[in-house]
Structures are given as structure tokens and as C-alpha cells.
T-cell receptor, first 113, second 107 residues
């Protein structure tokens, strides 16, 4: 167990809907990263937060947004969902925001029907 | 632009045979490269990174800047090495992953 917790494990929703995925980093880790894994695109970096501030942005759609709260947990909001958004969404955390050591959560599997 | 290519989606070898998982990258700066592994029903985890020049679980990877490669090697495969392996490149404030190679070790 990496200590990174993601909820829910599975999420089934319909097109056009909005969902929120939650990530609790390892105790003491300041940085959170979000990734999307799909059959088409593989594993893609979405966004990184460090101590509450956005630090790096990857291939995140405008329909998606994220934030990191004062207690360091993070939420990824996906809106106006499309079938193609169905994927496994991973969260990872690291102590200081570097890219070398990241601890991954088990992921949230999103199915858009 | 950053790009990571893992040319083999699937790789199958026999136990005890040597293993090489290929990774090629494209990046104009000085790259930092990693190998991640995901065993069945487990989380993605870091296997090794080139700056450490270490051997983890018998695996090594050498960065070849001339060939822009970072192939993962193990001289004698074990059944527990069966997993999904991802090569990743860090640059320009993001991590880019290859498509992954599913390694199967046959008994």
C-alpha cells in the first residue's frame, strides 16, 4: 500500500454529467499529480499541485479542473462528460513536488455510458 | 516536444532467458528517465531511474544519449517479472509515459 487513497474506486455515470474524484496523498506529501489512463491515449499526465498551488499542467481538457485543499487532499472535477472520458484516473503524491519519486494510488475507474 | 516510444506492446520470454524492454525518447533538453512497473492488481510503482544507476530486482537500464534510448534489461527472467512496464521521461515540468509493454514470463 503506497498510502495514497483514491475514492471512489469505480464510478459509472452518463454523458453530460459532472463527477468529482478525490485523492488523499501520503501523510506529509505536499504534491499531488493526476493522470489519466485510457486504451487510446495510454497514461497521460493531467495536472500537478504543490502545497495548494497549481505547479504544472499537462494534457488536461478545459472541461476538467482540479484543486488542492489546505489539508492537502485534492479533487479532480470532470464536467460535461463524454464517452471518451471513460478511463482510469490515477493520483500520485510526492514529498516535495519533484518528478522522481511518486507514490501512486489505486485509481478511480470512470465509466461514462 | 517530449515523446517516449515503447515499440513492443507485448513481450513474451521464457523463464531464465534474458529480457530487454525497449524505450526510445525524443527530447531536446537533458532528459531524466524512469521505468515504472505495474504488477497484476497492484499500483503503478517506480522501478528505477537513470540518475540512480542502480539495479532493482535484477533490472538495469542505461541511458544512451546517442541512440536516445533507455532500454530495460535483466539477464535471467523470473516468473514474478510478469507485469506492465512503462518508460517515462521527465522534462519541461511534466512526465510523459510510453504506451507500455506487457511482459509475460513463461515457465
Amino acid at each position: 500500500d503506497s498510502g495514497v487513497t483514491q475514492t471512489p474506486k469505480h464510478l459509472i455515470t452518463a454523458t453530460g454529467q459532472r463527477v468529482t474524484l478525490r485523492c488523499s496523498p501520503r501523510s506529509g506529501d505536499l504534491s499531488v499529480y493526476w493522470y489519466q489512463q485510457s486504451l487510446d491515449q495510454g497514461l497521460q499526465f493531467l495536472i500537478q499541485y504543490y502545497n495548494g498551488e497549481e505547479r504544472a499542467k499537462g494534457n488536461i481538457l478545459e472541461r476538467f479542473s482540479a484543486q488542492q485543499f489546505p489539508d492537502l487532499h485534492s479533487e479532480l472535477n470532470l464536467s460535461s462528460l463524454e464517452l471518451g472520458d471513460s478511463a482510469l484516473y490515477f493520483c500520485a503524491s510526492s514529498p516535495l513536488g519533484g518528478w522522481d519519486i511518486q507514490y501512486f494510488g489505486a485509481g478511480t475507474r470512470l465509466s461514462v455510458l | 516536444a517530449q515523446r517516449v516510444t515503447q515499440p513492443e506492446k507485448l513481450l513474451s520470454v521464457f523463464k531464465g532467458a534474458p529480457v530487454e524492454l525497449k524505450c526510445n525518447y525524443s527530447y531536446s533538453g537533458s532528459p531524466e528517465l524512469f521505468w515504472y512497473v505495474q504488477y497484476s492488481r497492484q499500483r503503478l510503482q517506480l522501478l528505477l531511474r537513470h540518475i540512480s544507476r542502480e539495479s532493482i530486482k535484477g533490472f538495469t537500464a542505461d541511458l544512451n544519449k546517442g541512440e536516445t534510448s533507455f532500454h530495460l534489461k535483466k539477464p535471467f527472467a523470473q516468473e514474478e517479472d510478469s507485469a506492465m512496464y512503462y518508460c517515462a521521461l521527465q522534462g519541461a515540468q511534466k512526465l510523459v509515459f510510453g504506451q507500455g509493454t506487457r511482459l509475460t514470463i513463461n515457465p
